[in-house]
């Protein structure tokens, strides 16, 4: 069965500091990948997604991310971190078809 | 509409009432789905349609959920006699493309909580 496991359920930062959130999925198949964020009482807003074609996908404010197949991994990343970036960040994972699996999530705190 | 809107945002229902949580998907948008975030986890899958065929019901944790979608459209989730495990926030979203490529557009979610 696939799965995704983000490392770290908290994440604290300095404004301006990198942003670093790992993934990793389970599955000797590349599948399409997704960055999800939520806001506290909000739903999910797409930060990104891998779709096979370029390995470095770039999102919206700011993100990042880059698949690795070899890893197994779809870490994001944001070179400077500002105040608005606090929240609960998703990674999910589906396999061409219509689900999408997610991990636990990881929240993030910028410290002023 | 602009966005994929669920009501009501908050419902406090007592133990073994029935509920009942709305989804309006982005117009247009063939495919609805449903989850269910517990707190503190992601999102787990409840159910799929696509236009008004339930396709995929595996997520439902028991027989007292129930989907449906008459018209292609508007979706309900009913929860029958509403248990304490029942509380999470539910989820709906909508995509315009079948295949999970593409990614979704969530609501704001229902929070449910039973007492």
């Known amino acids: 069965a696939q799965s995704v496991t983000q490392l770290g359920s908290h994440v604290s930062v300095s404004e301006g500091a990198l942003v670093l959130l790992r993934c990793n999925y389970s599955s000797s198949v590349p599948p399409y990948l997704f960055w999800y964020v939520q806001y506290p009482n909000q739903g999910l807003q797409l930060l990104l997604k891998y779709t096979s074609a370029a390995t470095l996908v770039k999102g919206i404010n700011g993100f990042e991310a880059e698949f690795k197949k070899s890893e197994t991994s779809f870490h994001l990343t944001k070179p400077s971190a500002h105040m608005s970036d606090a929240a609960e960040y998703f990674c999910a994972v589906s396999f061409n078809d219509y689900k999408l699996s997610f991990g636990a999530g990881t929240t993030v705190t910028v410290r002023a | 509409g602009a966005g994929v809107s669920q009501s009501p945002r908050y419902k406090v229902a007592k133990r073994g009432q029935d509920v009942a949580l709305r989804c309006d998907p982005i117009s247009g948008h063939v495919s609805l789905f449903w989850y269910q975030q517990a707190l503190g986890q992601g999102p787990e899958f409840l159910t799929y349609?696509?236009?008004?065929?339930?396709?995929?019901k595996s997520g439902l944790p028991s027989d007292r959920f129930f989907a449906e979608r008459p018209e292609g459209s508007v979706s309900t989730l009913k929860i029958q006699r509403t248990q304490q495990e029942d509380s999470a926030v539910y989820l709906c979203?909508?995509?315009?493309?079948?295949?999970?490529?593409?990614?979704?557009?969530f609501g704001s979610g229902t929070r449910l909580t039973v007492v």
């Open positions: 349609f696509q236009n008004e065929a339930q396709l995929d």
């Open positions: 979203a909508s995509t315009s493309k079948v295949e999970g490529s593409y990614g979704y557009t």
